[in-house]
Every structure is written in C-alpha cells, then in structure tokens.
C-alpha cells in the first residue's frame, strides 16, 4: 500500500503545468522591472539633490554640522552626526524647522569632517547621505575632553559622547517608538500626525516607561560607576544605555530633548535613514536593529542587556532571536503591548515567556512592565507549594484578558472533578443513564450542531430522541439549542436537526432551530446539563467534540458506527472510523456551562430571519418562541481538584449577542496565553488545522522555546470530498502545517490515523495538552471559523493535584505536571500506539514520549511501503503527508477558502487591527 497523503484534485494536466510556467516567468519579469525602475528612481533623486545642492552653494549656503549621542568604550570612541548645507551664520541642531519642514535638510554627501577627539584630529568622510558615523581607536578614550566636529567657515561643534564603564556588567537598548513616546505604528494616519505635524513638545511619553528604564539603570548594584548613569555628566564612565530607534536621524534633535525633560536616563542614540538605498526602494529596519544588537554584544561581551520595545513591528522577533543567540549576554526581554501576539492581543498581566532562558515580559505599559518583572524576579514554585492561585493567573485568562464584561461567567471555577471519555461508546451509555434518572423537578439543556433523532446511545437504545423524550415523559423540564443547519443537499443535517426538534415537541420538550449565528455561520457548541433539584452533587455537564449523532458511536478499535453517515468523505466509507473525545463535568463548573446555555436561550433576536425558513416554520406552526427557564440554582458543592475555565467564541453578529456584544474571542485568547508558557510538548488532536491565523500563534511557540515539541494528529483526508471543497481545505491546511514546519522543523510532528485494518480514522477530536500541565477539550477547531466566526465551548482544565511520576516539571518553571493533562495525553498515545493500559513507562517524559511515537509512525509507514509483508508494527499512527497544490488551483481556491470555509468573524475594526 502506498504511503498516505491527503486527497487532492486529479494531477494538473499539462495547460496548469504551462500556467504554473508562465507565472513564474511573470515574477521573475517583474523582479527585473523593479530593479529598473529603482534604479532610474534612484538616479533622478540623486540628480534632483545635486541640481539643489549646486543651487544652494550659488546662494551661498555652506556645510554645516549637526551632532547625536554617541559612545565612548575604552579606548574606542563612536562618533555620530550629519553634514547638512544651511545659510550663513550660527546653525543650531533644528536648523530652523519644526514637525514635517524637519525632514526637508539639504545633505551634503561625501562632505569631509574633522574630528577632534583627545586633543588629537582626525579626518573623516560622511556617507552620500551626509552621515558621520565612525569609531575610532583613540588611546586614552575621551579623556574626559569633549569631541569636537569641524568643517571650514563653521564654529566647531560639539559631539556629546555617553562614556560607558569598561567593567560595567548590566546595560539597556530601548527602542523608542511606543516604547519611549507614543507614536501609534499600528495606525498608519495617527503616527503620521505625531510624526510630521507635532513637535518634541506635544509627544507624550509611555506609561511608566521612564521609571522602568531608571530602575533598569540603577538595578546594576554592584557594577562599577553605577552611581554616575543616571547623571548629566557624559563624561563619567556609566551603565550603557542605548536609544535604537528605525526613526530619521532628523527626529535626533528633539528626540534628546524629550528624552532629558521626562527623566529618562541619558544614553547613546542609534537611529537611521529613511527613503532608497542602493538596492532596496526602503531601509531595512531590522536589519539596522539586529547589527546594532550584534556590534554592542561584541564591543562589550561581558554587559547583560535588558532589551526594551514593544511588539507594534519587529522588537519581539529581535530581542527573542538575541536572547537565543546570546543568552548570557541578556539579562530580560520587556515588551509593551501595543499589537497582537502571534493575532491575539490579551489584555491585562502575568504575560510571562522566556526565550533560552532569558524572562520576556509583557504588559501595556512601563508600570506594569516593572511590576511583572519583579514578579518574575522572585517567582517560585507556586504549584508544587499548593499554592493553585498563582498558577490559575498564570495560565487562565483574567476576568480583564477575556474581553467580555457582559457575560454572567466567571473567569473560572475551582474544585471540580473531570473525566475524560474518549469516543462516542464511552460518552453516550453515560449520558443515557444520566437523562434516565433525570425526572420531576430536574432540568435538562442541550445544546448540538447536529442532532440524529434514531441515533442509538447503546445497542440495544435508546436512541436521542427517546434519552430527551422520557426525561421529559417523566416530568423533567427539557429544553435544546440545535443549528439550524445549511440544507441536506450541502452535505449539512437541516433534516435531521428539525426531525429531532419536531419529535420532541411531542413529548412536551422545547427543543429549538437556532439560527441565530452570521451568515454562513453555525452554532457549533455540544453540550448537555442535567440539574437536580433535590441533590445538587448529583448535577452533571457533557461538553467536548461529539455531536449527538451518526458516525459518532465508534470506540477504540476503530470498526465505526453502525448507523451510516450518507454526507461524508468517500474515503472514510458510509460508517466511518471516528475519533473523538467528550468531557463529564462535576463541580461548580456544571454552573457556568448552564449559564452558557441560559445566555443564549435568553437572546432576544428571533431564532430565524432568513424568509425561506420563516414561512416554513409558520406553515408547520413550529415553536418559534423560547418559554422562560426556571430560575437557577445555586452552582453545585465542590467535587474535584481541578479548576475549569470555559472558553468560547461568538462573532460580531448583528444585532449582537446581548452577552457578547461586539462577540467573544476567549477560545483564541485562552490558547494564546497557555502558549506563552509552552516549554517541552503542545500536542493537538484536531479535526482542521487549516488557518494560517492560529498556526501562526503555534509557530510562534516554537520560536521562542528552542526545546519545544508540537505534535498534531490530523484526519489523513478531509471529510469532504466534492471539487470545491478539496482545494479550499487542502490549501488552509497545507499553508498551517508549512508555518509551524518552518518554525520548528524536526520538532514538528504531523500524523494521521488508521485502524488495525489499513482504514484511515477521522479524528474529530478538539484536544490540546500543553507541558502536561494545561489541557482543552472542546468544540472549537484550530481554525480562524471556529476563533471568530462560530459559536464554540470547550474547557480548559488545570488540575490541582500534581502528578508524581518523573518528569515532574517537564517545563522547568515550577508548575509541574498535573494529573488530569498527563492522564489524558497517555490514554490518548497509549490508543494510538496499541498498549495496554499502564504500559506507558516511556511515554511520560515528553522527549522519550515524542521520539517514541514517531519510530512508531515510522514503522509502520515502511511495513506499508514494503508491501506489507511480515506482521504488521503495532502502532496506528503514520506521518501525515500533503500534496503541493498548483498555482492555479491556490488562485482559484483562496476566496472560497477565505469567504465560505475559513471566515472572519471578528468586528472590522479587529480584522484591520489585526486584533481577537
């Protein structure tokens, strides 16, 4: 048998094969169009330039000097400033301009400069835009002697020089847009206002920044001069503190300034130059920062630089990638939050990340930013010592970072007890027994995006309809939320959901068609509570990936439910092998999952608006109006360790959600936030895994924490098949797993699974386990439909109780490994690897664990290859595989991908902001 791949189209035929051919004569035609048209762009600006230069000599303008902070180490001496043309008589640094006329300077390239430093000259030539940028070997250093600028027919100029301390041990680099003062990168018309028609005078600094940065600079005790860094005194050795900025050497002027009337520490100012370089249309930035960075390490290797920025551009990716390179040589990564993490923005504290080792913090303004960094200084072992609030803080979402303050939620719940059922064979005999005792004086709700009414919940039944229909019988008070789906002829389940809902109405249960979603959209949560009135332990809640449906009763053996699904993949066959994985809730969690239900019954928009179901619906006298719920109960006793946060998405609909106004993005959030502390292991059972959006929070992870593995088991195809929907999905998930490759490369494992019979399983399950510490278990996909767009539930669980077995603290950052996330994750391998249960010795230490999954994957990819012969590996993994797409079928593809099978659900304001 051949190697699995994931279905596509048939080959291109040879016209798509001249297509792709033609595209990429076109780019390359272009790439030399480019190089043209800079070119002759280039050399008019310089002909334009000299025509004015020759023109301003004739009127008898003359090279004048401005000076920028630059440093002194040892011997070595960096000297800053710009040859400019300016009219007779005495030139200050502003040259007479303010905002935007400051950028209107007349350079004078190549113009020769000496440079007196020690007593001693020495000559120098600017660069062609002017630029006085040297280091030169002067024995003695500064000798406490200021650097002077000359250039004939001018008074000398002085170059003001930061002597830093040879021995000094601890230094700053800050950057300065929205990092020093607030500039708005992220708004393109905001920053030009404050860039090109505000003065020095009228921008305002950060929150806190200055504190900050003073507390940096005396927080060196203990290195020689310290005393002497904060002082105006340029001449006394201090603690190197560095401005770099990819701002214009013209803002310098006002820049120092600013820097010196809000008490910041003085310091050397590194920016740049904006507009054409010899080969690029614009200055690369980065590249001026990661130099920067470089020079600085080598010029003092023995100084721990605190790197200062924000993540509105490039600042995360390069203080990250110099911790990494270096780490001895950075003491903290603090970034201000002004733009979104990986898409995600959270607001609010404890956004603590390491990178090699080195804290990376992050918070909105320089107060904070100190405040988390004495945290980070003295945080302990909070979980190992019991104490459970700090790490909830540390991996839950805060009532501020979900977003939504007019919810009934709370941001989480503790003291609940969680058991994972893994498949519908395990989940559905239990629900039936719970919707069996349920009776007078109880209260059942559910809510699913499909509902089969004849699908059996144990062999011999019920089946749904008859579990709701009896509770009801007996005098509980049924009520249901069921999508009102896309039509059968879709491959969707509007039958099937109205059947289910119209056959309950006869026993007196209100089960309702729910449409109240976006267009396109669905209400994707699946969820069952049961409520007790007369014995509150005894309420439960179901929630997780299985719908109550066909296809769904399948168990570990993979031999499929007996009841066909007719609108499925071809390759899975009528009855296909299904994965899948519920939660069973008991605890004050039971609660806040009730809640979620009594927000949506409670909507006041009409359940449907589109006309071609309201006339049905009149015609059928279908209840089209939700009865009042019973008053709730108090939450249920606490009956476990574990702490549960619920984590949802619900789009910007209009009118909106009286719960969710502009919607809810705390699914996307809560991942966002857990990744921060992702260390080792993040393995994921997903259903899609097609958006660049979420895999780019997964490749960002992977970035930052050089050790961590991502493992994610995929179907092996998609779970539909028709000659629309293969290239849209292939296309979001060949673009999310080539991310998180080229982020992680070998550390990346994508695997899809099979039954003891060669058939492909479709995994369905909605799983993340991160470090064995924090797990979900949900409905929602890793996909931008399920962040934005849909309705989705899913729990996100800590256990209190720690697990014993080595490793402990598979992360090393003292929250060890919890109990329920370990347990889960080693069902789950043990499954796919064929052992027993209790045979995972080698399956505990995330490393081992990962190495031992993919020899089996491998092997049994080979036993496959070489024609199956012997008996089969035990193991049901093989790597996952996906097949390039050609550049027609991507064009073609990537609208429906965008509009109908991956949509954006967020408010416009978000999506321009790049915002959750």
Known sequence: MPPATTRALPDPSR????????????????????RLAHGAVRRGDRGVHALLARRARADGWRTSLVAFPGYAVGDRVRVLGRALLAPPGPVGDDLGHRGWRRLLTLEEAGAEVEVVVGGVGHRVRCDENGLLDVSLEVPGGTGGRPVLLRVPGREPVQAPVRVFDARATAGVVCDVDDTVWLTGIRHPWRAAWRTFAQTGADRRPVHGMDDLLRHLVAGAEGTPGEGSAGTEDATTPGIPVVYLSNGPWNMAPPLVRF???????????????????????????????????????????????SLVGDDGEHDPELYVEAALAAPAQV???????????????LCGTDLVDQAGGVPVVRAPDGEELLRLLRERRTEGTDVEEGRLDAALRRWFLSAEQRGNDRTRLPAW?????????VHGRTYFPQLAAELAAAGPGDLVMVSDWRGDPDELLTDDGPTVTEAFAGAARRGANVKGLLWRSHLDSFRFSSEENRDLSEGLAEDDAEVLLDQRVRPMGSHHQKFVVVRHGDDPSRD????GGIDLAHSRRDDARHEGDEQEQPHFARAYGTTPAWHDVQLRLHGPVVRDVEDTFRERWEDPAVLSR??????????????????????PAPPPPPAGSCAVQLLRTYPNRWPGYPFAPDGERTAARGYAKALLRARRL?????????????????????RRSPDLHLVVVVPRHADQDGVLAVPATLLGHTQALQLVREAGGERVRELDVENPLGEPVY??????????????????????????????????????????????????????????????????WREHLDRADGDDADLVDPVEAVDALWRSALALDAWHAGGQQGPRPPGRLRPHRTEPQPVLQRWAATPLYRTVFDPDGRPPRMKLRGLH
Not at 413 to 421: F, H, K, P
Request: proline content about 6%.
């Open 540 to 543: 439960v809640a179901f929630l």
């Open 413 to 421: 719940s503790t003291g609940n007890r969680v058991q994972a059922l």
């Open 331 to 345: 003491a903290a990564v603090l970034l201000r939050q002004v733009a979104p993490l990986g898409g995600i923005t």
């Open 610 to 631: 589109l006309p071609w179901q309201v006339l049905p619906d009149l015609l059928r006298g279908a209840d089209r109006d939700p009865d009042s719920l019973p008053a």
């Open 682 to 702: 993040v393995y994921v059972e997903d259903q899609y895994m097609w958006s660049t959006d979420v895999a780019q929070v997964f490749a960002e992870a992977l």
């Open 15 to 34: 016209p798509v094969a001249v297509v792709d051919r033609l595209v990429r004569l076109a780019r390359g035609a272009a790439r030399g169009g480019d």
């Open 763 to 828: 995994v369905h399950a909605k799983v993340c386990v991160i470090d064995d510490v924090w797990c979900t278990v949900g409905s929602d996909n890793f996909n931008r439909r399920s962040w934005t767009h849909d309705s989705e539930l899913t729990a996100a669980v800590l256990d209190a109780e720690a697990d014993p077995r080595e490793p402990r603290d598979p992360a090393g950052l003292g929250d060890g490994a919890r109990r329920f996330a370990r347990d889960l994750r080693l069902e789950l």
């Open 259 to 305: 820097l010196a009337r809000h008490g910041f520490p003085p310091g050397a100012l590194l920016m740049t130059d904006w507009g054409l370089t010899r080969t690029r249309w614009f200055r690369d930035g980065q590249a001026h920062k990661r130099g920067t960075l470089e020079q600085l390490r080598r010029e003092l290797p023995q100084v721990r630089w």
